[in-house]
């Protein structure tokens, strides 16, 4: 397994509790050498199952906030033109942070931190070649990357790479939202507000600990920020108060104490993106379909690790059988998710705000 994250630990977390030994090679030198990012929302019948396939979904309700799952939606002037909020009992898509859930999965596993993959080489006489940063070689009866939305194993399957979307994202954060910030704590409400103008939106989103995560959405050409250092969080502040000028004070307050700002432009895949099937090699989540980030990539992520180490667990011993198997399941689901994501983002950016709120209302209960 090539990749540590919710795919890759989520596969070997379920071979794990079948008693098969799985090795997941990860290039970060350890669990926190890099952010972990923001909050997901693990969906019943996607995130959520595969956490039941791994035995952990007692312990992930332990863990998860069913409030998270509120949503406000504003205009630019902050008049409130939705407000959803989850029922006490209501756990279809309850949000945890992404460090919970990664330290939840790790559990027992044996991650080889640190090692870095390069190259991917399928075909040998003994099975699939994997080079390392450090010049090393190891071989492979099976390797599945999930490695990201640059994967390096995807290379050994598919010659596509990932395109921009014409949307870019820019991150920052607030802490202590309570304490600190109690004037916008309101706004954010128990989990996320959202507004939304002409080719721009701004959503801040709760996560534990009094943590605000921040997302100014944009669409622009990729080199936007050329005259600018993005390192210099002034200078990113002032450029998208600017982007943003004339909306509701409080809204904008959410840039105005936002720490460092992190630039997200938003790529993806194909919408079917498929690959003609190569012995010994897979891929799982974003190396296999990165699609915008509206909530259904990384339970799809969780979903298909956990379906494909339950059919090599428990399947016949036909292995590259039970690979061909599940790519074709996975590019069929992928699919789906891709069209509705690509059209999602067309619509929460566009330049008519009302789609954005048209969209919330068809998935949001009534």
Excluded: C
């Excluded at 942070?97 to 027992?108: F, K, S, T, V």
């Excluded at 070649?129 to 390096?152: I, N, P």
């Excluded at 395109?163 to 409400?189: C, F, K, M």
């Excluded at 502040?237 to 004070?249: E, H, K, M, P, V």
């Amino acid at each position: 397994m090539v990749g540590s994250g919710p795919a890759g630990l989520t596969f070997a977390r379920v071979l794990h509790r079948h008693g098969h030994p799985v090795t997941v090679l990860e290039r970060d030198p350890a669990p926190d050498a890099r952010p972990p990012g923001g909050t997901l929302d693990l969906r019943e019948g996607m995130g959520q199952r595969a956490l039941d396939k791994a035995g952990l979904l007692a312990e992930f309700q332990a863990l998860a906030r069913p409030e998270g799952q509120a949503m406000r939606i504003l205009d630019t002037d902050g008049t409130v033109l939705r407000d959803w909020r989850p029922r006490p009992d209501d756990r279809a898509n309850p949000e945890i942070d992404r460090r919970q859930l990664r330290d939840l999965l790790l559990g027992p596993l044996d991650v080889q931190w640190g090692r870095g993959v390069t190259r991917v080489v399928p075909g040998s006489r003994d099975g699939v070649q994997v080079h390392f940063a450090d010049g090393r070689q190891e071989t492979f009866d099976l390797v599945v990357g999930a490695d990201g939305a640059w994967s390096r194993t995807r290379r050994a399957v598919s010659s596509v790479t990932p395109h921009y979307t014409g949307v870019t994202s820019v991150e920052t954060s607030l802490d202590d939202i309570d304490t600190r910030h109690a004037d916008l704590a309101p706004l954010i409400g128990d989990g996320s507000v959202a507004a939304y103008g002409v080719n721009r939106a701004l959503v801040a989103q709760r996560n534990s600990g009094g943590h605000v995560k921040v997302y100014a959405q944009f669409r622009a050409p990729l080199d936007w920020h050329t005259h600018m250092d993005l390192a210099d969080a002034e200078a990113v502040r002032a450029s998208l108060l600017a982007l943003f000028d004339g909306w509701t004070a409080p809204v904008l307050d959410l840039l105005r104490h936002g720490a460092a700002f992190v630039h997200r432009p938003l790529y993806v895949l194909p919408v079917s993106h498929t690959w003609p099937h190569v012995l010994g090699v897979t891929l799982l989540g974003d190396a296999a379909h990165l699609m915008p980030p509206l909530g259904a990539g990384a339970n799809l992520a969780m979903l298909e690790g956990a379906e494909l180490a339950e059919s090599l667990a428990t399947g016949p011993g036909d292995l590259d059988g039970t690979v061909r198997a599940f790519e074709e399941r996975m590019w069929a689901r992928a699919a789906r998710w891709a069209k509705i994501t690509t059209a999602g983002l067309e619509r929460l950016v566009s330049p008519d705000p009302t789609a954005a709120l048209a969209l919330f209302d068809q998935v949001q209960p009534s």
